[in-house]
């Protein structure tokens, strides 16, 4: 978190929505000038973020997780396009770190998030984990990427596509998504993983990022494979047990 918040030191404040932190990050960020507070009750990404948006005071708005960094030459954007605004909302582009390369092609990048808006106007929206402030009004691009200290290590990445393959599958049920036919099955848990491979790591150039693209390609698929089944055995539970939907557990324990 230091090397984020060392990054937007020239901003007018910094508010962190803490979910239940034991580390030293309520003194780190007090060391920052930032305005800390603690939400314990964690209903998912775009509520926390929802509270700390809510508790910004400035007439802009530009939302940080706490492993990207704003780079000098993005600040100076930042601070130029606040000086005139033409619009009340601007995408900002993305780079994600990946076992320490950059990733720049397979459709990893430039990936656009909305970050910089004026207060009151966007809102976050979109099925968890993925969740991202949305503005219906026209929109800039900023040209500065953010930086994104996303995967340094394998065991990371595995562990948040497990959890996020998780929270997947109740938007997927409700999409009615749940292979619950031979071919659907087929489709999804086999062919659709094999497909997103092909179409990231040949069609977008994903092997031009090295060994690091086919890596990150490979068990992107994987992910793809585990939240079509992580569906179908939640189905088959509720099934089992003579529900109408699966329990609630299934849709947070990262084992089912």
């Given at each position: 978190?230091?090397?984020?918040?060392?990054?937007?030191?020239?901003?007018?404040?910094?508010?962190?929505?803490?979910?239940?932190?034991?580390?030293?990050?309520?003194?780190?960020?007090?060391?920052?000038?930032?305005?800390?507070?603690?939400?314990?009750?964690?209903?998912?990404?775009?509520?926390?973020?929802?509270?700390?948006i809510?508790?910004?005071?400035?007439?802009?708005?530009?939302?940080?997780?706490?492993?990207?960094?704003?780079?000098?030459?993005?600040?100076?954007?930042?601070?130029q396009?606040?000086?005139?605004?033409?619009?009340?909302?601007?995408?900002?582009?993305?780079?994600?770190?990946?076992?320490?390369?950059?990733?720049?092609?397979?459709?990893?990048?430039?990936?656009?998030?909305?970050?910089?808006?004026?207060?009151?106007?966007?809102?976050?929206?979109?099925?968890?984990?993925?969740?991202?402030?949305?503005?219906?009004?026209?929109?800039?691009?900023?040209?500065?990427?953010?930086?994104h200290?996303?995967?340094?290590?394998?065991?990371?990445?595995?562990?948040?596509?497990?959890?996020?393959?998780?929270?997947?599958?109740?938007?997927?049920f409700?999409?009615?998504?749940?292979?619950?036919?031979?071919?659907?099955?087929?489709?999804?848990?086999?062919?659709?993983?094999?497909?997103?491979?092909?179409?990231?790591?040949?069609?977008?150039?994903?092997?031009?990022?090295?060994?690091?693209?086919f890596?990150?390609?490979?068990?992107?698929?994987?992910?793809?494979?585990?939240?079509?089944?992580?569906?179908?055995?939640?189905?088959?539970?509720?099934?089992?047990?003579?529900?109408?939907?699966?329990?609630?557990?299934?849709?947070?324990?990262?084992?089912?």
């Amino acid at each position: 978190m230091p090397r984020t918040l060392d990054s937007v030191r020239w901003v007018d404040e910094i508010v962190i929505v803490d979910s239940g932190s034991t580390d030293r990050t309520p003194e780190i960020a007090r060391s920052y000038g930032a305005k800390h507070s603690f939400n314990r009750d964690f209903q998912g990404f775009n509520p926390q973020k929802t509270l700390a948006i809510d508790a910004c005071t400035s007439d802009w708005i530009y939302l940080l997780d706490a492993d990207e960094v704003v780079t000098a030459e993005l600040a100076n954007e930042i601070r130029q396009v606040l000086e005139n605004p033409r619009y009340d909302a601007y995408w900002q582009p993305r780079v994600n770190l990946f076992l320490g390369r950059w990733i720049r092609h397979g459709g990893f990048y430039p990936d656009h998030k909305l970050r910089l808006f004026k207060r009151g106007t966007a809102r976050m929206a979109g099925a968890e984990p993925h969740g991202t402030p949305e503005y219906a009004g026209p929109k800039g691009t900023l040209k500065n990427d953010l930086l994104h200290y996303a995967y340094p290590k394998l065991e990371l990445y595995l562990e948040h596509m497990n959890r996020y393959s998780s929270h997947s599958t109740r938007e997927l049920f409700a999409k009615g998504k749940t292979s619950s036919s031979l071919g659907a099955f087929f489709w999804n848990v086999i062919l659709n993983p094999i497909a997103t491979f092909l179409k990231n790591y040949i069609f977008r150039l994903g092997f031009l990022d090295g060994l690091e693209g086919f890596v990150l390609h490979f068990n992107h698929s994987v992910y793809i494979h585990w939240k079509y089944v992580k569906v179908w055995t939640a189905c088959k539970q509720m099934r089992a047990a003579g529900g109408s939907q699966p329990h609630a557990d299934a849709w947070k324990n990262p084992e089912n």
